[in-house]
């Protein structure tokens, strides 16, 4: 004999998925809850909060791809500007670049103030 969450989890395993005799029952329990008006609400609040969070999660993923690609092409243009600046590009990172084309403009800007 079983005892203890083993028994528990044997018990439940034994119910199967929701037949229709179930979803019937579930159906009237709510029409006799919410009334015949409220149900479609009910229903239609349900589908579009359903449907936003189908949208959000596959939202990141397509959010994620797009902030990809500016990355990559920022990140060649953050190269010609430091080629075109007289900055050597080879074997630095992107945020290597940007700090030297920084310290040459405040360099440029120190320089016209005077």
């Given amino acids: 004999m079983l005892s203890?969450?083993?028994g528990l989890t044997l018990k439940l395993m034994q119910f199967g998925p929701i037949g229709w005799t179930e979803?019937?029952?579930?159906?009237?329990?709510a029409l006799?809850?919410?009334?015949?008006?409220?149900l479609p609400e009910l229903a239609?609040?349900?589908g579009e909060a359903i449907n936003?969070?189908?949208?959000?999660?596959?939202?990141?993923?397509?959010k994620e791809e797009k902030e990809?690609?500016?990355?990559?092409?920022?990140?060649?243009?953050?190269?010609?500007?430091a080629l075109s600046l007289g900055i050597d590009?080879?074997?630095k990172t992107d945020e290597e670049l940007?700090?030297?084309?920084?310290?040459?403009?405040?360099?440029?800007?120190?320089?016209?103030e005077e």
Avoid: D, N, Y
């Avoid at 990809?68 to 500007?81: A, G, M, Q, V, W």
């Fill in 44 to 46: 239609r609040s349900m």
């Fill in 23 to 29: 979803l019937l029952i579930i159906i009237v329990i």
């Fill in 52 to 62: 936003e969070f189908r949208k959000a999660s596959s939202g990141v993923t397509s």
């Fill in 4 to 6: 203890g969450m083993a």
């Fill in 68 to 81: 990809e690609k500016p990355t990559k092409k920022s990140s060649s243009e953050i190269r010609e500007l």
């Fill in 32 to 38: 006799l809850l919410f009334g015949p008006r409220r």
């Fill in 98 to 112: 940007m700090e030297e084309i920084k310290a040459l403009a405040a360099k440029k800007k120190r320089g016209s």
């Fill in 89 to 91: 590009v080879t074997g």
